[in-house]
């Protein structure tokens, strides 16, 4: 039979561990809400070892086990808080292209193409499609004539030799 104590003992591990799982759910979700009840279960884990009486010969165990929840708990807290705080910031910092901007803009071939190809434009990947010609290579500039849809519709660029690429960033 289990004695009252270590019944305790396991709950508390049992909410720690929901707690963590809690907090790698969040990961996931990016919310914080889960990470923070998680936080909250592995808390009450401590709480339920706090006052936990078990005998005299057993107190240096429950002690120990406290001590390690309390610990660990407090060190997800912060990785996940961490965690949370830099998937916001990153949410917060995507910028969002309005891809009529693009118009007119110079890019780079980043594969042959033809029709179908990648190009390089304001330091983006981009689909595209090459606008009258048969063929552009791999490396060659090329100008947004363009777009469809999500997919720019490009031609060489007919840039002067004097000049260089450049792009200008114009907010959505």
């Known amino acids: 039979m289990i004695e009252g104590w270590l019944i305790n003992v396991i709950g508390a591990l049992a909410l720690f561990a929901l707690g963590v799982v809690l907090m790698l759910a969040d990961v996931k979700l990016g919310t914080g809400l889960v990470s923070l009840m998680g936080t909250a279960c592995t808390f009450m884990a401590v709480v339920i070892l706090a006052p936990l009486q078990a005998p005299p010969e057993k107190q240096e165990f429950v002690l120990m086990i406290r001590n390690v929840i309390m610990a660990c708990g407090i060190v997800a807290a912060g990785f996940f808080a961490f965690v949370s705080y830099k998937a916001y910031e990153a949410k917060k910092l995507k910028k969002k292209v309005d891809i009529s901007t693009l118009v007119g803009e110079r890019g780079v ?40 849809g999500i997919t720019l519709i490009v031609r060489p660029s007919r840039r002067g030799e004097g000049e260089k690429a450049t792009f200008k960033w114009r907010p959505a």
């Open 109 to 148: 071939a980043k594969t042959d193409i033809n029709p179908r190809g990648v190009v390089n434009v304001g330091g983006e990947l981009w689909s595209a499609i090459i606008e009258g010609e048969d063929y552009i290579a791999k490396g060659e500039e090329v100008e947004v004539a363009g777009y469809d």
